[in-house]
């Protein structure tokens, strides 16, 4: 894995564990496959940038009840 692919791997994993709020539900969600992602969060972010917002989009979705969210996070670098 490429340096870029790490740190988009850990921030998405960051982002699930203090948004829902336990290593639970943080690895559920992270390793649940999404149909609208078409795969699960956690290969999105990996994959690519936009695969990476695709995910924290939706990991804000579901923490505001499946309602899409204002999810403002720093620009991936």
Do not use: W, Y
Request: proline share 5%.
């Amino acid at each position: 894995m490429d340096r870029a692919a790490a740190e988009r791997q850990g921030r998405i994993a960051q982002a699930a564990f203090l948004t829902l709020g336990n290593r639970d539900d943080a690895i559920t969600f992270l390793n649940t496959h999404d149909d609208a992602l078409g795969q699960r969060p956690i290969d999105a972010a990996v994959a690519s940038a936009d695969g990476l917002a695709a995910a924290e989009r939706l990991l804000a979705e579901r923490a505001n009840g499946g309602k899409p969210a204002n999810l403002t996070l720093p620009p991936v670098t």
